[in-house]
């Protein structure tokens, strides 16, 4: 069993940027890859952004140029840096263990035009 916990959402004018973080907890040995995803209301959820163990990352293009994925181990934790935030950037984002069922409660991005 993992457990996730997202922070670090808001709601922040287009242009502007935040950074989440997703905190891992439990069997985390087994993780190779970690994924960031996003919900907006009425929409399925969407890939945005995986990196790997060795750090490998790749990226929705919507997001590409614009949102940085990271990892820090030694604190078992994910962050996704948003730039240049855009209203379509709006949802409600989650982090997963790639491949698996394992998400977190997710957090609120609002970006407002």
């Known amino acids: 069993q993992v457990q996730l916990v997202e922070s670090g959402g808001g709601l922040v004018q287009a242009g502007g940027s935040l950074r989440l973080s997703c905190v891992a907890s439990g069997s985390i040995f087994s993780i190779d890859a970690m994924g960031w995803y996003r919900q907006a209301p009425g929409k399925q959820r969407k890939f945005v952004a995986r990196?790997?163990?060795?750090?490998?990352?790749i990226y929705a293009d919507s997001v590409k140029g614009r949102f940085i994925m990271s990892r820090d181990s030694a604190k078992n934790t994910v962050y996704l840096q948003m730039n240049n935030l855009k209203p379509e950037d709006t949802a409600v984002y989650y982090c997963n263990v790639f491949g698996t069922a394992f998400w977190g409660q997710g957090t609120q991005v609002t970006v407002s035009s």
């Open positions: 990196i790997t163990r060795d750090s490998s990352t």
